[in-house]
């Protein structure tokens, strides 16, 4: 019985770990198996964009029947607008018959594929727009107008009416959209509050009408009106600074003057643009004899429609904002290759440079309000502290 016994725990023994060096290898194999050839599951799923309208049916059908030959799974589509030029046709404007037609081709071709469909809840990233939307449930933006009157005697007459106009600030319309504009957008204004206080003397009010406003180049007048007119649309030109050169605008003032912060609005070039003639560099420098310049605060960066800088005070006959060339930014990676002619855009550097507003203030103003009023998604607030 003994024998019997140790016979039989001999035999079980190698019969497990027969089986046990089996069912390690089939497990094995079928973990390599699936690095090789992942199933559908564990495949990838990619954000699909379309931009700007530029959709064809033989555009959806080479991305589709790419993403299928690399193994992707599904995607999710997101139709989205962020300054990309027209390169198809005709762009297919978002929900329009045309779009929808086209839509369905991309579900038809993908289902025949094997690929997963998902679809953003609305166009972009949000989801606050869509003709469902009134404007008075829409997203809203505050507007303001100043209007400076004599102190100490009554006042009979309206008061500056505030823009009225649908865009993302003050009368600045709606520049990038799809297609031909539609016979009106959506508005809606109502009032708020009106404020009345005392201006303090020697405030931006009148420094504007107290300065000399001139500027380099010929060939270009200057419009000092429109630097201070209140009108973000309509813009006055400056040359455009050439390699190694620079263009400015002047302030110059019977007696010194000081100066506490600088509001301007510029017409920058367009994010393809960029590329051919690059974006030039503003400065305010200050003088006492019109000759020789120092530097007071560099007016780059930012990205609201407006910016306001301030900065310690500083006192100077002269003031001049300097638009010093720079070279185009390399193109990115995607971009390499490509003749930017081809989308329309002028094959030398522009000849002027746009400018809308521009004021010094002699009382303080919040640096950066345009930033820190949310009228542009900042991500990081605390690099707007007051400049020193």
Known sequence: MKRAWRQFSVAAVVIVCTAGVSLAQTSEDALEKGFENPPSTARPRVWWHWMNGNITREGIKLDLEWMHRTGIAGFQNFDAALQTPQVVEKRLVYMTPQWKDAFKYAIGLGDQLGMEMAIAGS??????????????????????????????????????????????????????????????????????????????????????????????????????????????????????????????????????????????????????????????????????????????????????????????????????????????????????????????????????YEVAELVLHSDPRVNHFEEKAAFVPEPDLYGYSPRK
Not at 190 to 201: G, I, N, Q, T
């Open 123 to 352: 166009p972009g990233w949000s989801e606050t727009g869509g003709p469902w939307v009134t404007p008075a449930q829409g997203m809203k933006k505050y507007v303001w107008s100043e209007t400076i009157l004599d102190g100490g005697k009554p006042f009979v007459g309206k008061i500056a009416h505030p823009p009225s106009t649908t865009g993302v600030f003050q009368n600045l319309g709606v520049h990038e959209q799809v297609g031909p504009p539609g016979p009106h957008l959506p508005e809606l204004y109502s009032d708020a509050v009106v404020v009345a206080f005392r201006l303090p003397s020697g405030s931006s009010g009148l420094a504007t009408e107290q300065a000399k406003i001139t500027s380099s180049g010929e060939g270009l007048e200057l419009d000092p009106a429109m630097l201070s007119d209140g009108d973000l649309e309509k813009t006055t030109k400056v040359p455009f600074p050439t390699p190694g050169s620079d263009s400015w605008i002047q302030f110059e003032y019977p007696t010194p003057h000081t100066i506490r912060a600088v509001t301007f609005v510029t017409k920058e070039p367009g994010f393809i643009q960029e590329f051919v003639s690059g974006i030039p560099e503003k400065t305010l420098d200050a003088s006492d004899d019109g000759q020789r310049f120092h530097r007071v605060a560099s007016l780059s960066g930012g990205r609201a429609p407006e910016h306001t800088i301030s900065f310690d005070p500083v006192t100077a006959k002269y003031f001049r904002i300097m638009f010093k060339h720079n070279p185009p930014p390399p193109p990115p990676a995607w971009a390499e290759g490509i003749d930017f002619s081809s989308f329309g855009l002028p094959p030398t550097v522009p000849t002027s």
